[in-house]
């Protein structure tokens, strides 16, 4: 057994001497393995807390719960300039409070998957990355894995684990504070308590989602799926699926089936909502008619 901090400590220098933000400058779990395999087969990594803040030049950090004997229980990073990928999921930490190490430069990140773990929180304090571009909070279907033809067993291994019945994290509240995020466009919330703000999704979400639905319906891209929800589900555009039934993203879950999980369709039909959410929407030359009109058909 080997201790991930301490073999971190060996490897010091080495990141230390790396050009900060570069790509392949990167803290993965799976790297590390395989060339503790190469000395000896029978090694295994622990996790448990583990301080990252003395490796600035980071570009991006992997470490999947899954690939260690004992999972991660906490996490510091470093007020890092360039830290573009944060993947920390299958782990046991239970707060996110590890993001405020990075309040200098939140604009730099735009990769986040903190699935299956233990965390309960609003979303309060993902509200400065605003340039996230994947944003993983709940229990995500590994979609890569999925949508291949020679992985769909391990995809179906996924849906089955997060229907298992087990309480993973325990986001809560509105999506009101990622409201300004521009380049969003997945999203994982199922199995969360999550319960509104479906009038507070980003506009780069709400375009992707169209696409995707779009590709569903018109070019049959559905068949490996047991409906569009688990289809988006997989792509991970907008996933609210509940685990079980007192998980309160079934809230958003029901008001999206009513609309075909199209979110522009639940917007459109929710006019008030957007006018207070989005008002520039009603005034912006290229979107004001549509929406004006929506808004007059729901008062009539």
């Known amino acids: 057994m080997v201790n991930f901090q301490e073999f971190l400590e060996t490897k010091k220098d080495y990141f230390l001497s790396r050009a900060s933000g570069w790509s392949d400058n990167t803290i993965d779990v799976r790297d590390i393995l395989k060339e503790l395999k190469e000395i000896d087969e029978d090694l295994e ?3 448990g807390e583990l301080d990252l803040s003395l490796y600035p030049n980071v570009f991006s ?5 899954s690939y260690l004997r004992m999972p991660l229980t906490k996490i510091k990073l470093g007020d890092w300039p360039n830290l573009s990928v944060l993947e920390i999921q299958n782990n046991q930490l239970t707060s996110i409070d590890f993001l405020k190490d990075l309040s200098s430069h939140p604009e730099k990140l735009v990769f986040l998957n903190v699935g299956y773990n233990n965390i309960n929180s609003d979303l309060e304090p993902l509200k400065p990355f605003v340039n996230l571009n994947y944003c993983f909070l709940g ?3 590994n979609s890569e894995e999925w949508i291949s033809s020679l992985d769909e ?3 179906r291994k996924f849906l089955e684990k997060r229907k298992d019945g087990k309480t993973y994290n325990q986001f809560y509240g509105s999506l009101e504070p990622i409201k300004n995020y521009t380049q969003l466009e997945k999203l994982c919330i199922a199995g969360t308590n999550i319960d509104s703000g479906l009038e507070y999704l980003p506009l780069s979400l709400v ?3 169209k696409k995707k639905v779009g590709e569903y319906v018109n070019v049959a891209l559905g068949y490996q799926f047991n409906g569009i929800e688990e289809y988006l589900a997989a792509h991970n555009i907008i996933d609210c699926q509940p685990s079980k039934d007192s998980d309160k993203c079934k809230t958003i879950y029901e008001d999206l089936k009513k609309f075909g999980f199209v979110i522009e369709a ?3 039909a929710h006019p008030e909502k957007m006018l207070l959410a989005r008002p520039e929407l009603f005034t912006d030359f290229y979107t004001k008619d549509k929406w004006q009109k929506a808004l007059e058909q ?3």
């Open 139 to 141: 229990s995500y279907l």
């Open 266 to 268: 639940w917007q459109l």
């Open 298 to 300: 729901n008062k009539n």
């Open 61 to 65: 950090v992997r470490i999947d719960g």
């Open 153 to 155: 067993e391990r995809g």
């Open 207 to 209: 375009k992707e989602n």
């Open 45 to 47: 990594l622990d996790g």
